[in-house]
């Protein structure tokens, strides 16, 4: 199995990015859309390893915007999804299933400058499947990507970019992640996430406008049944 490396090795950090909301939260418990970490543009624009490159050129081609510049419209949400989910837990689409509890976010761009990604750092709690090739155990940390982010240009000038129907995940939260492996840049992308709110869960891929905000849609049961569910779901033999 090809190992994760020095993703295996990377420490907890507090957030150095702030979290962006749809809008201001209401007193409903319902979580907010997320859009992704507010990061420096100096930061965002890093190519400073292989393995940032590779992540970068994942991303290249999304969109056929200009070049990011300070110019650039400041919110716009025009991404497409980023998997064609036909399930409402779309196992068929991902090679690695997990429990995991994020523990830190930053905003990049993509090689060509136009696209921006999240990469969510994300501590494994615990495998329920991995056919990945990447090595998988409760003590890793891994990278887990999705298009869309936040990138300030300078402190109150913010841009937004992502998929309207497609949160990121918030950081200190858990949830069971559906990950198709991109081992050339030792990372996964997430097909699905579902955040664990002890008797809630809440659907990362069920974004719904509303007059105020754009908050996750509900799957309809707890957090404890539903880990046990997916656990079912990977366990059973194929049809």
Not at 28 to 55: E, I, K, L, M, Q
Not at 180 to 209: C, H, M, T, W
Request: charged share 15%.
């Amino acid at each position: 199995m090809l190992g994760l490396g020095c993703l295996a090795a990377l420490p907890v950090f507090a957030f150095c990015s702030t979290a962006v909301q749809a809008q201001t939260p209401l007193t409903s418990g319902t979580p907010n859309a997320h859009w992704g970490y507010r990061t420096a543009y100096a930061d965002a624009g890093d190519a400073s390893s292989a393995n940032r490159v590779a992540r970068n050129a994942l991303f290249d081609g999304l969109t056929v915007e200009p070049p990011f510049s300070a110019a650039s419209t400041p919110h716009k949400l025009n991404y497409p999804p980023s998997f064609d989910r036909m399930e409402r837990v779309p196992l068929s689409l991902a090679d690695a299933v997990i429990v995991g509890t994020v523990v830190g976010g930053n905003t990049y761009l993509s090689n060509d400058q136009r696209a921006f990604y999240t990469e969510a750092v994300v501590h494994v709690d615990q495998v329920l499947s991995n056919t990945s090739g990447l090595l998988l155990d409760a003590v890793s940390q891994i990278a887990v990507l999705r298009a869309g982010g936040v990138v300030a240009v300078t402190p109150g000038d913010i841009i937004v970019r992502g998929c309207p129907t497609e949160s990121q995940p918030r950081g200190l939260h858990q949830y069971v992640f559906l990950l198709k492996s991109r081992p050339q840049a030792a990372a996964f992308a997430l097909v699905s996430g579902f955040e664990l709110d002890g008797n809630q869960v809440y659907i990362l891929e069920s974004v719904a406008p509303g007059p105020q905000r754009a908050v996750l849609g509900q799957y309809g049961t707890n957090a404890n049944s539903f880990v046990q569910m997916v656990a079912d779901m990977v366990s059973a033999p194929q049809q």
